[in-house]
């Protein structure tokens, strides 16, 4: 999707996420603030319509030859678009408990196990100071890497393609769990689709050195 930026489908009802995440929340961190960012990207770029044709990610991943009048505007509030949009694809209101395939061996490889990615996963998402993000990510070797982002950095402008992400900015949480972070990174795991999740890793190319060589 490239310029002018529409806001993307939930794919559910706002309530469908509760009781983990209530619909209210949902309600205004969907249709306010993913809206705002959206509505900012597209302002910032109307004056440049040579950059038009490109996606939010591809303007992510290449920020330093943008005008020097828009990179902050692009970091941000592409940042807040492309991120929140991961955001609702890897959210579902039932499916698999845990990921399968070629993502589980990944997962088992690169952390030890399952239950340790969590672990490191919530670890550096409620570790993080302030507003940002967690994610688990494939870097540009085909490997996983898990680490936070302050406000609406994307990993996109590392290298690195995010594949599960949860936002820790205080919107995402605060009307059921006020300032208890760890409780909201907990229920959260109730709802990651990781058949998405999974479908994701493929499409990054993950592991793909590792089958090269054998």
């Known amino acids: 999707m490239s310029h002018p930026f529409q806001l993307p489908d939930l794919g559910y009802d706002h309530d469908a996420l509760e009781p983990h995440i209530d619909a209210r929340t949902m309600e205004i961190h969907h249709g306010k603030h993913h809206q705002a960012y959206t509505n900012k990207l597209n302002g910032a770029l109307e004056s440049h319509s040579e950059l038009h044709g490109y996606t939010a990610e591809q303007l992510l991943m290449a920020l330093g030859p943008l005008p020097e009048d828009i990179q902050g505007a692009v970091r941000n509030n592409g940042g807040g678009y492309v991120n929140h949009k991961l955001f609702w694809e890897v959210?579902?209101?039932?499916?698999?408990?845990?990921?399968?395939?070629?993502?589980?061996?990944?997962?088992?490889?690169?952390?030890?196990?399952?239950?340790?990615?969590?672990?490191?996963?919530?670890?550096?998402?409620?570790?993080?100071?302030?507003?940002?993000?967690?994610?688990?990510?494939?870097?540009?070797?085909?490997?996983l890497a898990c680490f936070s982002t302050p406000n609406q950095d994307s990993p996109l402008m590392t290298g690195h393609t995010p594949i599960l992400g949860v936002d820790v900015w205080e919107h995402a949480y605060y009307l059921n769990y006020q300032n208890r972070r760890p409780d909201y990174l907990d229920a959260w795991w109730n709802l990651v689709n990781w058949d998405v999740v999974g479908a994701k890793f493929a499409e990054a190319g993950g592991g793909w050195i590792h089958t090269y060589g054998g």
């Open 91 to 143: 959210m579902t209101p039932g499916g698999a408990e845990a990921p399968s395939g070629d993502l589980a061996t990944a997962i088992d490889g690169a952390f030890g196990s399952l239950d340790a990615f969590k672990s490191k996963f919530v670890a550096a998402a409620g570790a993080q100071f302030g507003s940002g993000w967690g994610w688990l990510c494939v870097d540009p070797f085909g490997d």
